[in-house]
């Protein structure tokens, strides 16, 4: 990885799935062909037996690795994401598909979106 490349992990606890893979599968085959994509893909979360959900001792549910659980409902997924700039993340960020898809998300759950730099040593 480059000094200027960025990684998106972009998390999402959703209700319905059958929302959202649709419009996943719609921005995730449009921003693969965009210019600077190094990288794009839909994941879904895998719970081991280890992680699953427990009594924190506080009586508050907790999912993997003891983050606080609002819902066992929700379904946990996590959109993957490389570019070679921050100047490409942006104008990705600003497209038809990224806004026609976070129209579709709007009520069908939480996104938490973290962006990564390489550490230069």
Sequence with gaps: MSCEEVR????FSVKDESKLLPAAKQVVDSTQKEEG?????L????VL?????SNNGKGEKTGPAGSKDDSS???RY???ETWTSQKRLDAHSHTDHVAAFRETQ????LADVRV???VVW
């Design 116 to 118: 990564y730099t390489p």
């Design 78 to 80: 996590a959109m993957i």
């Design 106 to 109: 709007k009520y069908n759950g």
């Design 73 to 75: 409902q929700f379904i």
């Design 43 to 46: 994941y879904k979360e895998v």
């Design 8 to 11: 998106v992990h972009a998390y």
């Design 49 to 53: 037996p280890d992680q699953q959900q």
């Design 37 to 41: 994509c190094l990288y794009f893909q």
